[in-house]
C-alpha cells in the first residue's frame, strides 16, 4: 500500500472547474515535486490535500488514514502555505508555541520540539524577533519550521522558494535536505524547474488544472537534454543549409 494515494481528487466551484481529476501515489522517505505557472491549479490541490477545500470528487488517503477522517488526518499533516499568516505581531517563540500547542505538544516535549525546529531553520538569534520585522527568506524558514515540531506523515510545501534569491534559495534547500523524511512523503510546489530537481526523486507538471504522472527526476533531466540536442542540431542544419544557399547564390552564372 502506498503511504500516500491521491485518488481521482478534483475540485469545481460554480460550474467552473479548478482542478481535474488527479490521481498519484508517494512512498514514505518519497519527495514529489510539481511544477507548473501560477493559476495552473497546484494550490488548489495542496489545499484540498490540507482539507482547507473539500473536493467535489475523489479522496486521499495517507498512511491508512482517510482524507475523510479529517481530525486524524490532520493531525499527521504538516502543510505550509504560500503565505505565512497574519502573525505580524507575534515573535518568533510566540509562533512556534502556539503551533506546538495547536498540535497538541506536551510541555515536557514543547521546549525540545521548538529548540530544534527552530536550529534547523537557523533561526535561534531571532527568538524573540517580531515576525513582521523578518526578512523574506527568515519568514519562508519560520513557516517551515512552526510545521516540523510534530510527527507529520506528510510535508505540503506551497511555493517554499517564492521571493528568495539564489543564496536563500540553497539554504532552504538545504533545510529541506537535512530533513529526516524517512517516515513521511513530501510534496513541493514551484514554478521553476530548477528548484525542484535538487531535492525530488520524482517530479509531475500541473497546467490548467491537470496533472501529469509522476516522473523521476533524472528522466526529466534527460528529457530536457535530449530537447537540448535535437534543438542544437536543427539550428546546425539550418544554418548548414543556409551556408549552402548563400555558396550557391555566390557562384559565376555561365552566359
Known amino acids: 500500500?502506498?503511504?500516500?494515494?491521491?485518488?481521482q481528487i478534483s475540485y469545481q466551484l460554480n460550474g467552473t472547474s479548478f482542478l481535474e481529476p488527479a490521481e498519484f501515489c508517494l512512498e514514505a522517505g518519497e519527495i514529489g515535486g510539481i511544477l507548473g505557472p501560477n493559476s495552473s491549479g497546484k494550490t488548489t490541490l495542496f489545499r484540498l490535500l490540507a482539507t482547507v477545500l473539500k473536493p467535489t470528487s475523489g479522496t486521499a488517503e495517507l498512511n491508512g488514514v482517510s482524507l475523510e477522517s479529517t481530525r486524524e488526518y490532520r493531525r499527521r499533516l504538516g502543510y505550509m502555505p504560500d503565505i505565512l499568516g497574519d502573525y505580524e505581531d507575534f515573535s518568533v517563540d510566540e509562533v512556534m508555541i502556539y503551533f506546538a500547542r495547536g498540535f497538541g505538544l506536551s510541555s515536557g516535549k514543547l521546549e525540545k520540539a521548538v529548540k530544534s525546529a527552530l536550529q534547523l531553520a537557523e533561526l535561534e538569534e531571532q527568538l524573540h524577533t517580531r515576525v513582521a520585522e523578518l526578512s523574506i527568506a527568515q519568514s519562508r524558514r519560520l513557516a517551515l519550521a512552526r510545521i516540523l515540531m510534530h510527527e507529520s506523515w506528510l510535508l505540503i510545501l506551497d511555493e517554499p522558494f517564492s521571493g528568495l534569491d539564489e543564496k536563500c534559495q540553497r539554504q532552504m534547500i538545504r533545510m529541506l535536505e537535512d530533513l529526516d523524511n524517512s517516515q513521511r512523503a513530501v510534496l513541493v510546489t514551484s514554478t521553476r524547474l530548477?528548484?525542484?530537481?535538487?531535492?525530488?526523486?520524482?517530479?509531475?507538471?500541473?497546467?490548467?488544472?491537470?496533472?501529469?504522472?509522476?516522473?523521476?527526476?533524472?528522466?526529466?533531466?534527460?528529457?530536457?537534454?535530449?530537447?537540448?540536442?535535437?534543438?542544437?542540431?536543427?539550428?546546425?542544419?539550418?544554418?548548414?543549409?543556409?551556408?549552402?544557399?548563400?555558396?550557391?547564390?555566390?557562384?559565376?552564372?555561365?552566359e
Open 1 to 7: 500500500m502506498s503511504y500516500l494515494k491521491v485518488s
Open 194 to 254: 530548477d528548484e525542484l530537481v535538487g531535492i525530488c526523486d520524482r517530479i509531475a507538471v500541473m497546467e490548467d488544472g491537470r496533472l501529469s504522472a509522476f516522473v523521476p527526476t533524472a528522466e526529466v533531466l534527460q528529457s530536457i537534454s535530449a530537447g537540448r540536442q535535437e534543438t542544437e542540431e536543427t539550428a546546425l542544419k539550418g544554418s548548414q543549409e543556409k551556408e549552402y544557399e548563400d555558396t550557391i547564390e555566390l557562384e559565376p552564372t555561365e
